[in-house]
Structures are given as structure tokens and as C-alpha cells.
């Protein structure tokens, strides 16, 4: 069966960086677009950046361009997204999920905090 794990949250100070990670499997992760989104307490669900099959980046929100960096590793079937620079605003719950316009499987999330 399809399985996204998310890893990599943590608590960082402003301006700090992390490096989240999210391991897929029961699924060929190198035909698939990829996508990072955020959810913010209280607010709804964010799209932070998408990276096509073959590794090219499609865009990041704007809030979060050169300070955000999405990869992906196909023979190892995990997609990262590392994270400088980073903002109290940019505290959420972060999810991988598989797809571009939509997005069929999810991760179960993993929790960015920024804070001093």
C-alpha cells in the first residue's frame, strides 16, 4: 500500500534551518509529481512547492522563495524540503503528499515550530 512518512520537524529559532524528509513506498515515487503543504493552527491547508517526477522544481509560495528548497532522491524514494532562514510564520504542520493539482495519498504530517 502507499505510504508517505514525513521526519525532520523540529523546534528551531528564527533564522535557523531544517531539512524535512518523507519516504514513500508501495508506489513507483519516481513517476509521480511530489508536493509539500503546510497547515497553519486554526487556518487551512497551504501548498508550499511541487517538484516533478524527473527532479525539476515547479514553483514555491511565495512566502517561503529563496528561503525553501524542494529535492527529491528517486533511488532512494524520499523527497525532501529543506528549510533556511527560517520565520515564526513559517510554524506548521508540514505533509508530503503525492500529486500536483491534486493530491491522492498523504503523509501523516510532521510539526515545524519557530520560535525563540
Known amino acids: 500500500q502507499v505510504q508517505l512518512v514525513e521526519s525532520g520537524g523540529g523546534l528551531v529559532q528564527p533564522g535557523g534551518s531544517l531539512r524535512l524528509s518523507c519516504a514513500a513506498s508501495g508506489f513507483t515515487f519516481s513517476s509521480y509529481y511530489m508536493t509539500w503543504v503546510r497547515q497553519v493552527p486554526g487556518k487551512g491547508l497551504e501548498w508550499v512547492s511541487t517538484?516533478?517526477?524527473?527532479?525539476?522544481?515547479?514553483d514555491y509560495v511565495d512566502s517561503v522563495k529563496g528561503r525553501f528548497i524542494i529535492s527529491r532522491d528517486n533511488a532512494k524514494n524520499t523527497l525532501y524540503l529543506q528549510m533556511n532562514s527560517l520565520k515564526p510564520e513559517d510554524t506548521a504542520l508540514y505533509y508530503c503528499?503525492?500529486?500536483?493539482?491534486?493530491?491522492?495519498?498523504w503523509g501523516q504530517g510532521t510539526q515545524v515550530t519557530v520560535s525563540s
Open positions: 503528499a503525492r500529486g500536483r493539482m491534486g493530491y491522492d495519498y
Open positions: 517538484i516533478r517526477p524527473g527532479g525539476d522544481t515547479i
